[in-house]
């Protein structure tokens, strides 16, 4: 829906009337209560952060039941398994092995202290694993299938929260993989790894679910069973096209794969394509913010709507990760959850600093400076974030409630007006019930009978 990236009818970001506070300055001014406290518990509450706590507790739910969600899914994946394996997924995985490597991890000494798995995305020697693998390693050597030995060199970027890593070998002319800009609920995957002794080349399976909350936290969970060495191999579609990357499995459920997105992401950052040596990459800990254990006691704590305890356990994550754009996010809803809104927004306006191309932080964001009264702001923060894409339904109707009122907050009836409209192309009888809402606290705007 290109409209809703159309921001013709408002103050763009970076472009704003006089009076109009810039996103730089939001981030400055991340303390303290301005404005008056709205007194209506929808406008309290906005619809983006009303929306985003059941979104956590969905995630939260998601979390805490993968196995049994799994094993539900077991026939759908032997089906589709089987189908593919008749036909042309498993051709498909033995073309692209040669794209696939195995990971020696070299201690100090250049003694192997275990392996992992990576896979080629250019023919310069450019090299995707997971980042614990990078990270747990004083040397990398990749093996291709070939049986060719190749040092990994060059270090281009990672993500912690995502536990990816891009890497670099120096070569030419070296078979890769292409990146996939989909994935879909049971859809077919198939793995393909590199062992010691050349054991079980490949595993199949259905994508079970897409876990995310917003564009901030993602992960796919599939059926294809993983096993100790498959971490940072490449899960593929049926077009050979790498979804995303083999991070982790629970022991009797699924695998846990980071998106392919996150390359892209990693690779668009400031100097993303520029090497640094190997042994000079940054060093934080290869443990990723989704296997920490306050991450799991955190979700546990926002299923039972516990949003001290998730506020508490979300608070610590951020110290043990202080650059994870995650857990500042986790930690901003659950202090509006605790409608402890100064809190939350130091917490998002963090996580807009980390992931400043996040329209879930900035949405999030604009709904509690909403809730605290702070208009203008609010309206630049939902600006921003239509601005980036809110391509989800739900994540759109939201935003432009919020907006609806946010501009209705600051009196400006043809902008309330506009954003209405907005909202009731997306849901009409949505908008229906706003307007009334806000024709009975705000009867002097001037309004029609009905949006447009």
């Given at each position: 829906?290109?409209?809703l990236?159309d921001?013709?009818?408002?103050?763009?970001?970076?472009?704003?009337?006089?009076?109009?506070?810039?996103a730089?300055?939001?981030?400055?001014?991340?303390?303290?209560?301005?404005?008056?406290?709205?007194?209506?518990?929808?406008?309290?509450?906005?619809?983006?952060?009303?929306?985003?706590?059941g979104?956590?507790l969905?995630?939260?739910?998601l979390?805490?039941s993968?196995?049994?969600?799994a094993?539900?899914?077991?026939?759908?994946?032997?089906a589709?398994?089987?189908?593919?394996?008749?036909?042309s997924?498993?051709?498909?995985?033995?073309r692209?092995?040669?794209?696939?490597?195995?990971l020696?991890?070299?201690?100090h000494?250049?003694?192997?202290?275990?392996?992992?798995?990576?896979?080629?995305?250019?023919?310069?020697?450019?090299l995707?694993?997971?980042?614990?693998?990078?990270?747990?390693?004083?040397?990398?050597?990749?093996?291709?299938?070939?049986g060719?030995?190749?040092?990994?060199?060059?270090f281009?970027?990672?993500d912690?929260?995502?536990?990816?890593?891009?890497?670099?070998?120096?070569?030419?002319?070296?078979?890769h993989?292409?990146?996939?800009?989909?994935?879909?609920?049971?859809?077919?995957?198939?793995?393909?790894?590199?062992?010691?002794?050349?054991?079980?080349?490949?595993?199949?399976g259905?994508?079970?679910?897409?876990?995310e909350?917003?564009?901030?936290?993602?992960?796919?969970?599939?059926?294809?069973?993983?096993?100790?060495?498959?971490?940072?191999?490449?899960?593929?579609?049926?077009?050979?096209?790498?979804?995303?990357?083999?991070?982790?499995?629970?022991?009797?459920?699924?695998?846990?794969?980071?998106?392919?997105?996150?390359?892209?992401?990693?690779?668009?950052?400031?100097?993303?394509?520029?090497?640094?040596?190997?042994?000079?990459?940054?060093?934080?800990?290869?443990l990723p913010?989704?296997?920490?254990?306050?991450?799991?006691?955190?979700?546990?704590?926002?299923e039972?709507?516990?949003?001290?305890?998730?506020?508490q356990?979300?608070?610590?994550?951020?110290?043990?990760?202080?650059?994870?754009?995650?857990?500042?996010?986790?930690?901003?809803?659950?202090?509006?959850?605790?409608?402890?809104?100064p809190?939350?927004?130091r917490?998002?306006?963090?996580?807009?600093?980390?992931?400043?191309?996040?329209?879930?932080a900035?949405?999030?964001?604009?709904?509690?400076?909403?809730?605290?009264?702070?208009?203008?702001?609010?309206?630049?923060?939902?600006?921003?974030?239509?601005?980036?894409?809110?391509?989800e339904?739900h994540?759109?109707?939201?935003?432009?409630?919020?907006?609806?009122?946010?501009?209705?907050?600051?009196?400006?009836?043809?902008?309330?007006?506009?954003?209405?409209?907005?909202l009731?192309?997306?849901?009409?009888?949505?908008?229906?019930?706003?307007?009334?809402?806000?024709q009975?606290?705000?009867?002097?705007?001037?309004?029609?009978?009905?949006p447009?």
């Amino acid at each position: 829906m290109d409209h809703l990236n159309d921001t013709d009818s408002g103050p763009k970001f970076g472009q704003h009337p006089a009076g109009w506070p810039t996103a730089i300055a939001m981030l400055v001014r991340c303390g303290g209560w301005v404005g008056p406290s709205p007194s209506s518990t929808w406008l309290r509450v906005g619809s983006c952060l009303a929306a985003a706590l059941g979104r956590g507790l969905l995630v939260a739910r998601l979390w805490l039941s993968l196995s049994a969600h799994a094993q539900g899914q077991a026939a759908v994946s032997d089906a589709q398994a089987a189908s593919a394996e008749s036909g042309s997924g498993i051709a498909m995985l033995q073309r692209a092995a040669s794209a696939v490597v195995m990971l020696k991890m070299l201690d100090h000494t250049g003694a192997e202290r275990g392996h992992g798995t990576g896979f080629f995305i250019g023919p310069d020697g450019m090299l995707v694993t997971a980042r614990h693998v990078s990270e747990g390693s004083r040397e990398l050597v990749a093996v291709t299938s070939q049986g060719q030995t190749l040092p990994v060199t060059g270090f281009l970027g990672d993500d912690r929260d995502f536990d990816v890593a891009v890497l670099k070998v120096d070569g030419t002319n070296l078979p890769h993989l292409g990146l996939a800009d989909t994935v879909r609920t049971n859809e077919w995957v198939g793995v393909i790894t590199l062992q010691p002794g050349g054991e079980r080349p490949y595993a199949t399976g259905v994508v079970v679910q897409v876990v995310e909350l917003g564009d901030v936290l993602k992960q796919i969970l599939t059926t294809v069973p993983v096993q100790r060495g498959d971490s940072g191999a490449p899960m593929l579609n049926a077009a050979g096209q790498v979804i995303g990357i083999v991070f982790g499995t629970s022991p009797d459920g699924p695998s846990f794969v980071a998106p392919s997105q996150v390359v892209r992401e990693i690779l668009a950052a400031p100097g993303g394509t520029n090497a640094i040596p190997f042994s000079k990459r940054p060093r934080r800990g290869s443990l990723p913010v989704v296997k920490d254990p306050d991450f799991r006691a955190g979700t546990l704590a926002w299923e039972q709507k516990d949003w001290q305890k998730a506020s508490q356990c979300f608070a610590r994550l951020t110290r043990r990760f202080p650059d994870s754009p995650t857990a500042h996010l986790l930690l901003g809803i659950s202090y509006s959850g605790l409608k402890s809104w100064p809190a939350a927004k130091r917490a998002l306006a963090r996580a807009i600093q980390l992931k400043p191309y996040s329209s879930a932080a900035w949405q999030l964001y604009g709904s509690t400076l909403l809730a605290m009264g702070q208009y203008a702001e609010s309206a630049e923060a939902l600006r921003e974030a239509l601005r980036l894409g809110l391509f989800e339904w739900h994540r759109a109707v939201a935003a432009w409630a919020d907006l609806a009122q946010a501009y209705a907050g600051l009196g400006d009836a043809a902008q309330t007006q506009q954003a209405l409209e907005r909202l009731s192309w997306l849901d009409r009888r949505r908008a229906a019930q706003l307007q009334a809402h806000l024709q009975q606290r705000y009867p002097d705007l001037g309004w029609p009978t009905s949006p447009q």
